[in-house]
């Protein structure tokens, strides 16, 4: 009877493994509660075991990155701390940009305001899930990818990952070098000053977390939240309000504003950064929603008040009027740039990093040496891209977010309705704060698969990238891949537990016939 579990079982159960170490389990142990208990108990207390050593190992080294174990409570910072350091990941000096470019299209004040709350919204829902699960679980972005897409697929993910992260390094270096260069009337090879500055960049995270945590909340975020509400307040001050609320010239659709603040604040791997944080809805939805507020709400309306009050027409003229008018000298301009750009870069090169360990197993300062070069050379090919940001906002948009809707849909939804059924889990509540993962088959990956290339084809076809598709390129274009990637894998699992519980079913009627 044994055989007849495991040949209709077998391909539906995410913690199949856990039957081959248990040989002794049979029909009757299978189909009973106490036994699914007592596998399951002793699945948990094994990848805890594995954990903890892991973590113990990783705390006795000098960084904190617990590649391979989650971040121990005692390790956690306070709820302050991760309000400060993702304020710095949402407010940059492009969303000041941004916000020019909302009145140089011709958008009144009162469409930037409704379509950056819009956007906004979007961004908390979407990033209070992402980082939340990192939260609860304390696992970084990788490893809660693994049970659903095997070590193949996490690799192929993280190239990609690698890639656009390094790609943002690079390009903020070339931003600033640019607002420099702007500043000091300088005509030098931008990758000449840009190469240097990369390199300078990545001084925090030669220390870990700890380096771009403490960065964040004893210098950047002060400053950028002192100098976001003096320009505010100022240029607001210099404002007609009539003027301001006129009616808008753009003929185009206001989506276009959620659109470019969603994909300029859009991180996808929010878990690697809450996993440092409390445990709490409350306390991962506070950070998140003071960070918008500053960073995708004050930061692109002061632009767009800057840009009414310059009356300037290119880009080059208002960044020298914004410096002129908010830091009246230039090294002042200077010191303010030199913060925000490098507190945001510490972001995407931690992102980087945690890809890279997970493609290649090395030392954390030899990644940082290594993406430093590819860094610097990618900044040289950035520099003759006009449309590097658009194209990185695009790709932040859609790339990483459709896989993690993926983990939202497994952590989130079916989780839950597989409480009572915890061998068909990916994520098994062990203890209040601790998760045990089960690994995945075949067909699990190749469904979490398929859901994410057909979400990223969604968002090709919508972009409007694709000449012959720009037909489709209509509202808020970025949620439709992200609909799509937790539609289909939702689907997808949906089939795969009726098809485990079908099986089941025949399994316990054949025993019962057996019986009798």
Same mark, same amino acid.
């Given at each position: 009877?044994?055989?007849?579990?495991?040949?209709?079982?077998?391909?539906?159960?995410?913690?199949?493994?856990?039957?081959?170490?248990?040989?002794? =389990?049979?029909?009757?142990?299978?189909?009973?509660?106490?036994?699914?208990?007592?596998?399951?108990?002793? !699945?948990?207390?094994?990848?805890?075991?594995?954990?903890? &050593?892991?973590?113990?190992?990783?705390?006795?080294?000098?960084?904190?990155?617990?590649?391979?174990?989650?971040?121990?409570?005692? !390790?956690?910072?306070?709820?302050?701390?991760?309000?400060?350091?993702?304020?710095?990941?949402?407010? +940059?000096?492009?969303?000041?940009?941004?916000?020019?470019?909302?009145?140089?299209?011709?958008?009144?004040?009162?469409? /930037?305001?409704?379509?950056?709350? *819009?956007?906004?919204?979007?961004? /908390?829902?979407?990033?209070?899930?992402?980082?939340?699960?990192? =939260?609860?679980?304390?696992?970084?972005?990788?490893?809660?990818?693994?049970?659903?897409?095997?070590?193949?697929?996490?690799?192929?993910?993280?190239?990609?990952?690698?890639?656009?992260?390094?790609?943002?390094?690079?390009?903020? &270096?070339?931003?600033?070098?640019?607002?420099?260069?702007?500043?000091?009337?300088?005509?030098?090879?931008?990758?000449?000053?840009?190469?240097?500055?990369?390199?300078?960049?990545?001084?925090?995270?030669?220390?870990?977390? !700890?380096?771009?945590?403490?960065?964040?909340?004893?210098?950047?975020?002060?400053?950028?939240?002192?100098?976001?509400?003096?320009?505010?307040?100022?240029?607001?001050?210099?404002?007609?309000?009539?003027?301001?609320?006129?009616?808008?010239?753009?003929?185009?659709?206001?989506?276009?504003?959620?659109?470019?603040?969603?994909?300029? *604040?859009?991180?996808?791997?929010?878990?690697?950064?809450?996993? @440092?944080?409390?445990?709490?809805?409350?306390? #991962?939805?506070?950070?998140?929603?003071?960070?918008?507020?500053?960073?995708?709400?004050?930061?692109?309306?002061?632009?767009?008040?800057?840009?009414?009050?310059?009356? =300037?027409?290119?880009?080059?003229?208002?960044?020298?009027?914004?410096?002129?008018?908010?830091?009246?000298?230039?090294?002042? =301009?200077?010191?303010?740039?030199?913060?925000?750009?490098?507190?945001? +870069?510490?972001?995407?090169?931690?992102?980087?990093?945690?890809?890279?360990?997970?493609?290649?197993?090395?030392?954390?300062?030899?990644?940082?040496?290594?993406?430093?070069?590819?860094?610097?050379?990618?900044?040289?090919?950035?520099?003759?891209?006009?449309? *590097?940001?658009? #194209?990185? *906002?695009?790709?932040?948009?859609?790339?990483?977010?459709?896989?993690?809707?993926?983990?939202?849909?497994?952590?989130? /939804?079916?989780?839950?309705?597989?409480?009572?059924?915890?061998?068909?889990?990916?994520? #098994?509540?062990?203890?209040?704060?601790?998760?045990?993962? +089960?690994?995945?088959?075949?067909?699990?990956?190749?469904?979490?698969?398929?859901?994410?290339?057909?979400?990223?084809?969604?968002?090709?076809? #919508?972009?409007?990238?694709?000449?012959?598709?720009?037909?489709?390129?209509?509202? /808020?274009?970025?949620?439709?891949?992200?609909?799509?990637?937790?539609?289909?894998?939702?689907?997808? !699992?949906?089939?795969?537990? @009726?098809? &485990?519980?079908?099986?089941?079913?025949?399994?316990?009627?054949?025993?019962?016939?057996?019986?009798?």
């Amino acid at each position: 009877m044994p055989n007849i579990v495991h040949s209709l079982l077998w391909d539906f159960m995410p913690g199949k493994d856990i039957v081959e170490r248990h040989p002794s =389990a049979g029909l009757k142990d299978v189909s009973s509660a106490s036994a699914l208990a007592e596998l399951s108990s002793s !699945r948990r207390n094994h990848v805890q075991d594995a954990a903890a &050593a892991a973590a113990a190992e990783q705390s006795s080294q000098d960084h904190e990155d617990f590649i391979d174990a989650p971040v121990p409570a005692e !390790r956690r910072y306070g709820t302050l701390t991760m309000t400060l350091l993702w304020i710095t990941m949402l407010t +940059n000096f492009p969303m000041v940009i941004i916000g020019f470019e909302f009145y140089r299209m011709g958008f009144s004040l009162t469409q /930037v305001l409704m379509g950056t709350v *819009a956007g906004s919204t979007i961004l /908390v829902a979407f990033q209070f899930f992402s980082g939340y699960i990192g =939260a609860r679980t304390g696992l970084n972005y990788s490893l809660l990818m693994e049970p659903l897409f095997g070590k193949l697929g996490v690799r192929l993910i993280c190239a990609a990952w690698l890639l656009m992260f390094i790609g943002w390094y690079a390009l903020n &270096a070339v931003l600033m070098v640019d607002a420099i260069k702007g500043l000091f009337g300088l005509s030098i090879w931008t990758p000449f000053l840009a190469v240097p500055i990369i390199a300078a960049m990545a001084i925090n995270n030669w220390f870990g977390f !700890r380096g771009v945590a403490n960065f964040a909340r004893y210098l950047a975020a002060p400053v950028l939240i002192l100098w976001v509400i003096y320009a505010f307040t100022k240029a607001a001050a210099h404002t007609s309000m009539v003027l301001a609320l006129a009616p808008g010239t753009q003929t185009f659709s206001a989506a276009i504003i959620p659109v470019l603040v969603i994909g300029n *604040a859009t991180w996808g791997n929010e878990a690697d950064f809450f996993r @440092y944080g409390k445990s709490s809805k409350m306390l #991962t939805l506070l950070p998140l929603v003071a960070s918008v507020i500053l960073g995708t709400l004050l930061f692109p309306t002061t632009g767009w008040l800057l840009g009414h009050t310059s009356g =300037a027409s290119e880009t080059a003229a208002f960044t020298k009027f914004m410096n002129d008018y908010t830091f009246g000298t230039p090294w002042l =301009a200077i010191l303010a740039l030199t913060i925000g750009y490098f507190a945001l +870069n510490d972001g995407n090169l931690y992102g980087a990093i945690n890809a890279f360990e997970n493609i290649w197993k090395i030392k954390r300062h030899n990644a940082v040496l290594f993406l430093v070069l590819l860094a610097a050379v990618l900044a040289v090919g950035l520099t003759y891209c006009p449309n *590097a940001l658009d #194209t990185l *906002a695009s790709l932040s948009s859609v790339v990483l977010p459709c896989v993690t809707m993926v983990i939202i849909c497994e952590f989130f /939804v079916v989780r839950q309705f597989l409480l009572q059924m915890p061998m068909l889990q990916i994520f #098994t509540q062990s203890e209040e704060c601790h998760f045990s993962l +089960n690994k995945s088959n075949k067909a699990m990956c190749i469904g979490a698969a398929v859901a994410v290339v057909s979400s990223w084809a969604v968002g090709i076809a #919508t972009s409007g990238v694709v000449p012959q598709l720009k037909y489709l390129n209509s509202g /808020v274009w970025i949620l439709y891949p992200w609909f799509s990637s937790f539609a289909i894998y939702g689907t997808f !699992r949906a089939l795969q537990i @009726y098809g &485990a519980l079908s099986a089941y079913k025949k399994v316990e009627r054949a025993y019962e016939a057996v019986n009798d």
